[in-house]
Each structure stands twice: as structure tokens, then as C-alpha cells.
């Protein structure tokens, strides 16, 4: 634009707009179709990329890379102010959620009360906690660790202690733990 700006600036001899008499017709003398064209199939194109590459990662971000029964599949119901994690096996835990290393995990996320959003700032995860609805995000947990979940929906004055955490740990540690836990 700049460039543009410079090298397309009035000079002397040039018509300027208020120059223009009503019905008269200015001389085309500066336009050149051949570089239209060309910048018009350049934008687009740009543009074209741009939108596959967004397809793409939407596509990547809302379809789990497995189904649900290869997957660990976690009801998460975020409530003013904490979460609430509930596992197949009808374990339910709240505010620390134990993950496998390595497994992909759908999280199936709602509401008790208000808007929250879950969040696992480290993977990149976010998804609105809505009361009556179910969203689905997923994760990978491929290093061992304590990941931060963060509520990101303003949701009343506890809202920034709305942080939960979910421990990744090794699959036979995790296995251990999930036999363990069962409700009997
Ligand atoms: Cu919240």
C-alpha cells in the first residue's frame, strides 16, 4: 500500500477528482488490466490457501483422530465454581482428573448452571460449557504431567478460582487407579 501510495501520488498534469467534469469520462490513463488480473488471481488465491489451511485445522480440532470406544471418553461439567469430571466407569471426581499418557481422550463438555468454558491452556483446548448442551473437544496427552484447566467464560466472582487440573500419568498407573476407584 505504500509502495502504491508513492508511486501512484498526484503529480502535476494529472486530473484530480474535482478536475472531473459531470459527464465526462477520464482518460484511462494509468490502469493496466493485465496487473489487475494478476493481483485479483494472486488475492485469491492467498485467500483460497488461507481457507483451506482453516478448513483443515477446524476440521482437526473438532473431530477426534479416533471413536469414543477407542478413545477415554469424560463427562466434564463445569458449575459455579469448580469442575466436575465423570469418568465410564462411573467415577466422578472434582477439580483433578487422572488421563492415560499417549491415549486420546473426548472430553464431553456442559453446564450445571452458567456459561463456563473448558480449557486446558497447555493442549490448546477450549470449549463452551453450556447448561443443556453438550460439546465435544478432544485431547493427547503424549508427556506425563499436571495440565491446568482454566475456566475462560467470565461466570460470577469465583470465576478466576474456576481452575482445575488433569494429571497425566503412565497407562498402567492410570489402569491401577481406575480399577481401584470404581464405584463398587
Ligand atoms: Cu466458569
Excluded at 469424560?74 to 465454581?81: K, L, S
Excluded at 503424549?142 to 470465576?159: I, T
Aim: overall charge negative; glycine content about 10%; charged content about 20%.
Amino acid at each position: 500500500m505504500i509502495y502504491v501510495a508513492i508511486k501512484y501520488r498526484y503529480r502535476p498534469g494529472l486530473q484530480t477528482q474535482e478536475e472531473i467534469k459531470p459527464g465526462e469520462i477520464p482518460t484511462p490513463s494509468r490502469g493496466k488490466i493485465g496487473a489487475i488480473v494478476l493481483f485479483i488471481i494472486l488475492m485469491a488465491g492467498i485467500l483460497f490457501g488461507l481457507l483451506l489451511g482453516t478448513l483443515n485445522a477446524v476440521s482437526f480440532i473438532e473431530k477426534p483422530p479416533v471413536s469414543e470406544e477407542e478413545a477415554l471418553v469424560i463427562e466434564v461439567t463445569g458449575f459455579q465454581w469448580g469442575w466436575r469430571f465423570k469418568y465410564p466407569n462411573g467415577i466422578e471426581t472434582v477439580g483433578l482428573a487422572y488421563v492415560p499418557v499417549g491415549k486420546v481422550v473426548i472430553f464431553k463438555v456442559t453446564s450445571d448452571d452458567v456459561f463456563h468454558t473448558f480449557s486446558i491452556p497447555a493442549l490448546k483446548v477450549k470449549i463452551d460449557a453450556i447448561p443443556g448442551r453438550v460439546n465435544t473437544a478432544w485431547a493427547q496427552f503424549d508427556f506425563p504431567g499436571n495440565y491446568r484447566v482454566q475456566c475462560y467464560e467470565l461466570c460470577g466472582v469465583g470465576h478466576a478460582e474456576m481452575i482445575g487440573e488433569i494429571r497425566a500419568v503412565p497407562e498402567d498407573a492410570f489402569n491401577l487407579w481406575y480399577e481401584a476407584n470404581a464405584p463398587k
